[in-house]
């Protein structure tokens, strides 16, 4: 899926493409907002991006760019990305940190009058939610880490490799791998190699402990990338962390099981405003 209508934006000297439903917000409550990892792009996010967008109880999501007539309820204000150098944006004459990308993200939002919102990383994603965490705490209310990268037991490109390619060939459905290796294809081998170092180097085992804000890690349950392990000890890790699964969901489970982690994260997150990290649990 393909989310119409975003816009060119361009912060601290690099260009994205910003997508956005609901806005401006009409609940006052926080916006989300999706990070996509790398070599992708909005597009695996944007079924995720509608079914937060459609107000709770309401059968159908609304359209991008959705505005409720007045006096009919307004779901959450939600914004995706198409950070710079994927999805078709310009790529950066160098390399980008994922502290650039958080500064980048953070800046863009400033923009656009966002005050609070709870950011949702997937993969390479969760890294730049947890950055941008630290950077504006002020703007980050909560933080939702899916699928999160990288295992320091598994700090190795060729072990991603061969569990991406384990995770398409038995944990996804032909629709998943075909948007996400499209992605790749647009973004290019060059710009995903110059930035693969900066995944793999990203220490968000040890980033992560200065995180204030509640932080839910949730995985799918057949994903070999973001391994259980791992994703306990990162909520572990978290000062105020929660832990979900989704049974039967490869490392795309934001697109094959989208109502499912949206009720997750909409449950969690109403727990977390009251006081607790309690995440909503397994799913089948």
């Known amino acids: 899926m393909r989310l119409a209508g975003g816009t060119a934006v ?87 940190t994922v502290e650039d990308y958080a500064a980048f993200v953070a800046a863009v939002l400033e923009e656009r009058g966002v005050a609070s919102c709870i950011v949702v990383g997937h993969s390479m994603g969760a890294q730049f939610a947890v950055e941008l965490a630290l950077q504006a705490p002020g703007l980050v209310a909560r933080t939702v880490l899916m699928g999160p990268v990288v295992d320091p037991a598994r700090r190795s490109a060729a072990w991603h490799a061969l569990a991406l390619t384990r995770d398409a060939l038995f944990s996804e459905p032909p629709s998943a791998n075909a948007v996400v290796f499209t992605d790749y294809f647009r973004a290019g081998m060059r710009w995903y190699v110059t930035e693969l170092p900066v995944m793999m180097e990203y220490p968000l085992d040890t980033r992560i402990r200065g995180v204030a804000q509640p932080v839910l890690v949730l995985r799918g349950g057949r994903d070999p990338i973001a391994r259980r392990p791992w994703c306990e000890q990162l909520a572990a890790q978290a000062p105020d962390g929660a832990f979900a699964e989704v049974r039967g969901r490869g490392h795309v489970v934001q697109e094959t099981a989208t109502e499912d982690v949206a009720r997750i994260i909409r449950s969690w997150a109403g727990t977390a405003a009251e006081g607790s990290a309690a995440a909503g649990g397994s799913t089948a």
């Open 10 to 96: 361009t912060a601290n000297g690099l260009t994205g493409r910003l997508y956005s439903a609901n806005v401006p917000a009409a609940t006052g409550q926080p916006a989300y907002v999706l990070l996509h990892g790398i070599g992708v792009s909005h597009r695996y996010l944007a079924g995720l991006h509608m079914e937060l967008a459609r107000p709770e109880g309401q059968n159908e999501p609304p359209e991008e760019q959705y505005r409720p007539a007045e006096g009919v309820e307004a779901g959450a204000a939600v914004y995706s990305f198409d950070l710079p150098g994927f999805g078709g944006t310009p790529r950066p004459g160098r390399q980008v």
